[in-house]
């Protein structure tokens, strides 16, 4: 098959899904994954858990402060690490986490960051009878804003939620607005099937089910220093922002975590950094999320891209590019 026609395949294959079936439209176009109404002028909302083991808000504030990022809210969903034993973290950490965070950025320069808004703070429970639609939600004004946002957005120009921790705050928007689900697209790294950001499972997979969803890595994690290295960063100028940036990347957190859960972001304005994508099905298996493969041609609940189909020297460059920006600190 040629490029032209693969490429095709590809777009219709997509597109040809079953009414059930929510697995966002794609096509790859120059080894680049382009997803059907998404762009980098798309509505945002930028939901995380902690704020600090990251570059990935740094990225979105400075496109941000750029005038090159429509971000209409930035949500606070709690850490749900060991729910089942009480929680480790209280949802003040996070955040505080969050106002420190902003607090450096405006303190260096930047403008237009939203005050940080209070999402879940406690995770889904799979109902008795398995349905997604017995689940009780978690009201929340993240979960407001995100319904509110929504409501503006279209289907064909969908409102973009960029999540960094546990899906529990968009998960409850769906169920208590289930008619926004077709005017988002979700993205978010569970990094795995039932740790880090795949804590809240059942969350993950009412997202998966009941909107468009895109997860990066399928489950997968950056590799150490595999984006970055402390030289990278030498070029930034000093101020709090950068500063705290240049502190991380010399940390084992920094050089483990490397982009962090920012992968849809640097893609999203430079689409060579995901060459592919592939349609999976979500499971839930009794406490994880999985996303299972499907025969080339059948119905999936989501795209997953797979880490090996990730221009790291692509994802380095566009964030860099940002970041150096001259016209970014005055």
């Known amino acids: 098959m040629n490029a032209g026609a693969q490429l095709c395949f590809l777009w219709l294959a997509a597109a040809v899904l079953p009414a059930t079936a929510v697995a966002p439209a794609f096509r790859i176009v120059e080894s680049a994954v382009q ?11 930028y939901d995380n858990d902690w704020w600090f083991d990251v570059f990935d ?13 429509d971000l209409r809210g930035n949500i606070v969903t709690r850490d749900m690490w060991d729910w089942e034993k009480g929680y480790l973290y209280k949802m003040e950490q996070c955040l505080d986490d969050a106002r420190k965070a902003i607090a450096l950025a405006r303190a260096s320069g930047l403008r237009g960051i939203p005050d940080p808004v209070r999402g879940a703070d406690e995770v889904l429970v799979r109902p008795a009878s398995g349905r997604i639609e017995d689940t009780v939600p978690r009201e929340s004004p993240g979960a407001r804003l995100i ?3 929504a409501r ?12 960094g921790g546990p899906l529990t705050t968009a998960a409850s928007a769906l169920l208590l607005a289930p008619e926004i689900a077709s005017n988002l697209v979700v ?4 990094v795995s099937s039932y740790g880090y950001n795949g804590k809240d499972g059942w969350s993950a997979y009412i997202v998966a089910k009941k909107t468009r969803y895109v997860d990066w890595g399928g489950g997968a994690f950056w590799d150490k220093d595999s984006v970055f290295t402390a030289r990278d960063f030498e070029r930034l100028p ?7 940036m240049k502190r991380l990347i010399r940390t084992d957190l920094g050089r483990a975590n490397q982009l962090g859960d920012g992968a ?8 060579r950094c995901w060459t592919a994508a592939e349609v999976r099905r979500a499971e839930f298996r009794g406490r994880p999320v999985e996303f299972l493969q499907v025969e080339p041609g059948q119905a999936g609940d989501l795209l997953v891209i797979p880490k090996s189909a990730t221009d790291l020297a692509a994802c380095r460059e566009e964030f860099l590019r940002v ?3 001259p016209r970014l600190f005055p």
């Open 323 to 325: 970041l150096t920006d």
């Open 187 to 190: 993205f978010n790294l569970t």
């Open 57 to 69: 808000n740094n990225y979105l504030w400075a496109r941000v402060s750029l005038g090159r990022a």
């Open 238 to 244: 000093e101020n709090p922002f950068t500063q705290d």
């Open 152 to 163: 503006r957005a279209s289907p064909h120009k969908p409102l973009l939620i960029i999540a």
């Open 264 to 271: 849809p972001l640097v893609w999203l304005w430079q689409p």
């Open 147 to 149: 319904i509110e946002e």
């Open 35 to 45: 997803l059907e109404g998404v762009g980098p002028d798309n509505p945002i909302l």
